[in-house]
């Protein structure tokens, strides 16, 4: 079992940063695909990043540039440091993990997830 806890969230203007923290627990952290996903209001969960257990990101389009997914493998911790916000990143992201190398980009290739972390950009 993991465990998931996201942190860092908050209200930023438009241009601004924020570092997302998510702290996983419960099993061997450095063999897990890490991913991150956003969801905004009516609309449904889309995929942001994810870093994989040997080393290697993928990202979304839109947040491409942007964003930059890391972890610390030591701290079982994994990052989204995200500059340039724009009002339409505003959503509740998540944290999730995938046990199994499967298509990043859906939820169901995802095991666990955290209850996530509010960020709301203003312009």
């Known amino acids: 079992q993991v465990q998931l806890v996201e942190s860092g969230g908050g209200l930023v203007q438009a241009g601004g940063s924020l570092r997302l923290s998510c702290a996983a627990s419960g099993r061997t952290f450095s063999r897990e695909g890490m991913g991150w996903f956003r969801q905004a209001p009516g609309k449904e969960r889309e995929f942001v990043a994810i870093?994989?257990?040997?080393?290697?990101?993928y990202y979304a389009d839109s947040v491409k540039g942007r964003f930059t997914i890391s972890r610390d493998n030591a701290k079982g911790t994994v990052y989204l440091q995200m500059n340039s916000l724009k009002p339409e990143d505003t959503a509740v992201y998540y944290c999730?993990?995938?046990?199994?190398?499967?298509?990043?980009?859906?939820?169901?290739?995802?095991?666990?997830w955290g209850q996530g972390t509010q960020v709301t950009v203003s312009s």
């Open positions: 999730a993990a995938a046990t199994q190398h499967r298509d990043p980009r859906f939820s169901r290739s995802y095991d666990y």
């Open positions: 870093s994989w257990s040997a080393g290697s990101t």
